[in-house]
């Protein structure tokens, strides 16, 4: 069997719309997504690409389009609360300001979601909690609050907690855009060693090193529609469309400097 043919589709989004004031900023997203993928989302600024992560983990509505994930079909803008929380179940999502609880430890942070949301035991939270710290270097923080870490170290943490939850896919919010440029590297390898792990990640990012390297797909939008998708290495070597040319000649030109 060939790798194509055992890898499982593991998300497929078609349509997707969203209007903010009656501003339409996305404008009928297709995205494939199957097991193992490493999808950067790029493009300019205000190009829609947060609002499309979040509207794939319904946080926000969007207005239009269905999304199959796991085998499993929804009308976006009709789902149900129970719809939201089953699919969320699957998913782990990491945002730019890392959104811990401030008045928690570590450990609490991580075990939070596992014993309030999953109803795990506690020893067997702690457990897993433990383990996903270790796995992003953090496990020697455990009793730290937020405040006594760096950026860098709050992210690893954020991500620890979306380990903990064992996701089928993890989406990326600008995981490094909140970051003084030193402590960038650290939450990039960390990201690197899921993705080498097989891990299924969507992620918004300007990091362009990263997203040529790591990412096996490439979706660029533009004025909330896609310019173009595919895999990774024909973007950066060979764009389809004069805009992703253009978008690339100025990221190169930007690394000569």
């Known amino acids: ?34 097991q193992g993928d490493v999808v950067a989302i790029l493009g300019p600024s205000g190009s829609g690409k947060t609002t499309l992560l979040r509207c794939l983990n319904f946080l926000e509505r969007a207005d239009g389009g269905t999304l199959e994930f796991d085998g499993e079909r929804i009308e976006l803008a009709r ?39 999953r109803g795990m035991r506690r020893d067997e939270a702690r457990e897993r909690a433990v383990r996903a710290l270790e796995k992003v270097g953090m496990a020697q923080r455990l009793d730290s609050y937020p405040a006594q870490l760096s950026g860098g170290q ?15 896919i993890f989406y990326f919010d600008e995981p490094t855009s909140a970051l003084d440029p030193e402590l960038i590297g650290e939450v990039l390898s960390v990201m690197r060693t899921l993705a080498e792990e097989g891990r299924t990640m969507l992620v918004v990012t300007h990091e362009m090193g990263f997203a040529r390297s790591v990412s096996s797909k490439v979706l660029f939008l533009e004025d909330g529609a896609v310019v173009e998708s595919g895999p990774t290495a024909d973007f950066f070597t060979r ?16 690394r000569e400097r």
Do not use: C, H, W
């Open 79 to 117: 789902a149900t609360g129970k719809d939201v929380a089953r699919l969320r179940r699957k998913t782990a999502f990491v945002f730019q300001n890392y959104n811990l609880f401030l008045n928690k430890t570590v450990l609490q942070n991580v075990t939070l979601g596992l014993t309030a949301a």
């Open 1 to 34: 069997m060939s790798e194509n043919a055992s890898r499982r589709m593991m998300l497929r989004a078609e349509g997707v719309t969203k209007r903010f004031d009656g501003r339409e900023v996305l404008r009928g997203i297709d995205l494939t997504v199957e």
């Open 154 to 168: 709050q992210q690893r943490v954020a991500i620890a907690r979306g380990l903990a939850a064992q996701p089928e």
């Open 239 to 254: 764009p389809k469309t004069q805009r992703s040319r253009s978008f690339v000649e100025s990221i190169l030109a930007e």
